[in-house]
């Protein structure tokens, strides 16, 4: 008689695992006379040192004639110190073995930069270097706005970023600033002058409200001492900016059809505005995010991709900033399958609001999130990265801590209650951008609302009712 066979010895795939645990030492805090904070964590397994400095310098305090501005600001800060110009910096920085890159977004400029830890006071005499004396020469200037321009006609011509784009002005109003491109628009940036930068650095680029941030083989004692030698010459306060109002729901749904002649494809958008950044009810978005359509197991992945065939992918997700956040549902499909799809995506949506996850898709979700969440934190700039949103949006120092603890007490209840508490899909907005001629009839008789038809340049076409 012949052995069993081992591999018909299950039926189905293995169980997984319990999630292995995950310890991170404390995050201590520090605060100098002039603002200044100072995040440190010791990590002496690694040999390395890596930091940011996270100004209060985002694009929303950026004039609002003037969009843009913060993001090219950042773009030009290593282009030249009154010591050292452009090239001579790269070169100081190549011979440290340091990269430093500078990323400007919505709440924040963060320099950001790794190096050997025996290394750390030369890189960190640089890092004071551009701070307190950056330059912004005027053909680095004009160097960095071609590529600003260039950047902002290559994002009006893919379809994703189009429809994206014309989510946000379609939500938020021309007053607000994430009505503009993050980079700003064409006209704002070529009216940006070298004197405008100069400014703008001088009024934000200053220790008031920013975060020094520092992880390695280094106590926090090391830490404050270090951001003590060599930020002492770095001083002043930032400009007080009036408070960026949160935008509402519209009492009726905005529907916007950007016209894209012959486009065989269509970009679907459905979005809405979300709660700013918050640790409260965060848990119950991720894990309840994650069944709607953040992952490949998703509802709305399930619905159209793999039982109607539609799409590659749909994905659905919660961009949370420090004032107004957006959730929306995207996916891209053939044109003649437009009408079908955007219905399917509305139809997984009114029904996951209405009756809620269930138990095997949040325990899924659940286990995932909190399987993976050590990846994020696996390396030194990693850990740099997540200190600096503790501090960008005012969350408490043991966030990280008590994360997964977090996630895995959501319950099918608390998401239900959470997500219906902020999502309508009644008042969601619709932005498609396709082919009008194909799709603005179709679109109409789904009686969504009065359709809005723009120009692939953002201008309005014509609406209809």
Request: aromatic share 6%; charged share 25%; with cysteine.
């Amino acid at each position: 008689m012949s052995s069993p066979d081992p591999l018909r010895r299950h039926a189905g795939p293995p169980e997984p695992g319990a999630i292995r645990p995950f310890h991170l030492p404390p995050v201590v805090s520090h605060s100098r006379g002039d603002g200044l904070r100072v995040l440190s964590l010791t990590r002496p397994e690694i040999p390395l040192a890596s930091g940011c400095i996270v100004l209060d310098a985002g694009e929303t305090t950026a004039p609002a004639d003037r969009g843009g501005l913060a993001v090219l600001a950042g773009d030009i800060l290593t282009g030249g110190t009154e010591s050292r110009n452009a090239a001579e910096l790269a070169e100081a920085l190549e011979r440290l073995g340091v990269s430093l890159r500078v990323s400007t977004g919505w709440d924040a400029t963060t320099m950001s930069f790794t190096t050997l830890a025996d290394r750390l006071d030369d890189t960190l005499e640089v890092v004071a270097e551009v701070l307190e004396s950056a330059v912004f020469p005027e053909a680095e200037v004009e160097r960095v706005r071609r590529q600003r321009l260039a950047a902002i006609r290559q994002r009006r011509m893919d379809p994703g970023q189009l429809a994206s784009d014309e989510l946000n002005r379609t939500l938020f109003s021309p007053e607000h600033p994430y009505h503009r491109g993050l980079s700003g628009e064409t006209e704002s940036v070529e009216a940006i002058q070298r004197s405008e930068v100069v400014s703008f650095a001088h009024r934000r680029y200053r220790p008031d409200r920013a975060g020094f941030i520092l992880v390695g083989d280094l106590a926090a004692e090391q830490v404050q001492e270090a951001a003590e030698r060599h930020l002492e010459r770095w001083t002043g306060q930032v400009d007080t900016l009036p408070e960026i109002s949160e935008e509402k729901l519209p009492e009726a749904r905005p529907v916007v059809l950007v016209h894209r002649p012959g486009a065989v494809q269509s970009e679907i958008r459905i979005g809405q505005v979300g709660p700013a950044r918050s640790l409260e009810g965060e848990a119950e978005l991720d894990v309840g995010n994650a069944v709607l359509g953040g992952s490949f197991t998703s509802r709305l992945n399930l619905n159209l991709r793999e039982k109607h065939g539609f799409t590659y992918g749909v994905r659905s997700g919660f961009a949370r900033r420090r004032h107004s956040g957006l959730f929306s549902i995207g996916t891209a499909v053939q044109t003649e399958v437009t009408m079908a799809a955007l219905q399917e995506a509305f139809f997984e949506f009114r029904r996951y609001l209405a009756h809620g996850p269930d138990a095997d898709e949040v325990r899924q979700a659940r286990d995932y999130l909190a399987g993976v969440f050590p990846l994020r934190m696996e390396t030194a700039p990693q850990l740099a990265a997540r200190m600096a949103e503790l501090h960008i949006f005012g969350l408490p120092l043991e966030y990280h801590h008590g994360y997964r603890e977090r996630i895995r007490a959501v319950t099918t209840e608390s998401i239900h209650r959470v997500l219906g508490s902020i999502l309508d899909p009644e008042r969601c907005a619709v932005v498609i951008a396709g082919d009008a001629d194909e799709l603005q009839a179709p679109l109409e008789a789904l009686g969504l609302g009065e359709v809005e038809v723009r120009s692939g340049d953002g201008a309005t076409a014509g609406v209809s009712s």
